[in-house]
């Protein structure tokens, strides 16, 4: 079992920035990919970006050139840096892993506001 926390979500000016973070515990040696996914009211979760675990990296082509994700392996945890925001990016941001042996994790989720 693998359980995900994300954390950094919050209101935002348009053109302003936040970073979002996610801390996997458990069995974290099984995880293969991390990523990020969002949901807008009203909307279907889309794909943000995914990291695998040989650094192969994937962004939706929405986010491509504002954000940046990365990850740190010594502290299980991925990292999107949300730079240049727009309203469209308001949403509720869902951490991802997936193991070796496709199980699917998901975070809670952490609310992004970007006001215009």
Same mark, same amino acid.
């Given at each position: 079992?693998?359980?995900?926390?994300?954390?950094? =979500?919050?209101?935002? *000016? /348009?053109? +302003?920035?936040? !970073?979002?973070?996610?801390?996997?515990?458990? @069995?974290?040696?099984? %995880? #293969?990919?991390? =990523?990020?996914?969002? *949901? /807008?009211? +009203?909307?279907? !979760?889309?794909?943000?970006?995914?990291?695998? @675990?040989?650094?192969? %990296? #994937?962004?939706?082509?929405?986010?491509?050139?504002?954000?940046?994700?990365? !990850?740190?392996?010594?502290?299980?945890?991925?990292?999107?840096?949300?730079?240049?925001?727009?309203?469209?990016?308001?949403?509720?941001?869902?951490?991802?892993?997936?193991?070796?042996?496709?199980?699917?994790?998901?975070?809670?989720?952490?609310?992004?506001?970007?006001?215009?």
């Amino acid at each position: 079992q693998v359980q995900l926390v994300e954390s950094g =979500g919050g209101l935002v *000016q /348009a053109g +302003g920035s936040l !970073r979002l973070s996610c801390t996997a515990s458990g @069995s974290t040696f099984n %995880i #293969n990919v991390m =990523g990020w996914y969002r *949901q /807008a009211p +009203g909307k279907q !979760r889309e794909f943000v970006a995914t990291i695998s @675990s040989g650094a192969r %990296i #994937n962004y939706a082509d929405s986010v491509k050139g504002r954000f940046t994700i990365s !990850r740190d392996n010594t502290k299980n945890t991925v990292y999107l840096q949300m730079n240049s925001l727009k309203p469209e990016d308001t949403a509720v941001y869902f951490c991802n892993a997936i193991t070796y042996t496709g199980r699917t994790y998901w975070g809670q989720g952490t609310q992004v506001t970007v006001s215009s």
